[in-house]
């Protein structure tokens, strides 16, 4: 690859479980984001749809913001972290409240690839080809 600067998205407080999302982000680490895309979308797991996102905001960035290549593209890291935890109660017998947590998970997206070559400018044209 020509040049090895990282382009990064997030997806944050993603309502689910980070170990879940872990287990889908674990099958396309190290893959090229076509290859990525095409394994998720056959993924029969609801935290593929958030890992998928994620990925398409990463290639949208390195084409649209920075100048990549969008077939060279590879997904250099994917990690999933913990988010924020929402404490709750359910209520159970005799008056009781047992405590439980609602997960949450960021996901991180890097991605390299190489950079589209440049476009030259026009020459300017000079006042004798003007006339």
């Known amino acids: 690859m020509a040049d090895l600067t990282k382009v990064r998205a997030y997806a944050k407080n ?20 076509e290859d ?8 029969p797991k609801r935290a593929a749809r958030p890992v998928i996102k994620a990925i398409e905001s ?12 969008g077939k060279s593209l590879v997904i250099q890291t994917l990690s999933v972290t ?5 404490k709750r109660f359910v209520p159970a017998s005799r008056g009781r409240a047992l405590p ?8 991180l997206v890097e991605v390299t690839g ?6 030259k400018a026009p020459a300017a044209k000079t006042v004798e080809e003007k006339k």
């Open 100 to 107: 439980f947590q609602k997960k949450s998970s960021n996901i």
């Open 14 to 33: 993603v309502d689910q479980a980070p170990r879940k999302v872990g287990l889908v982000a674990s099958l396309v680490r190290n893959r090229t984001v």
């Open 82 to 86: 913990t988010g924020t935890r929402l």
């Open 58 to 69: 990463a290639r949208a960035n390195a084409i649209n913001n920075h100048g990549f290549d």
């Open 36 to 43: 990525a895309l095409v394994i998720l979308n056959h993924t």
């Open 114 to 119: 190489a950079l589209k070559p440049k476009k």
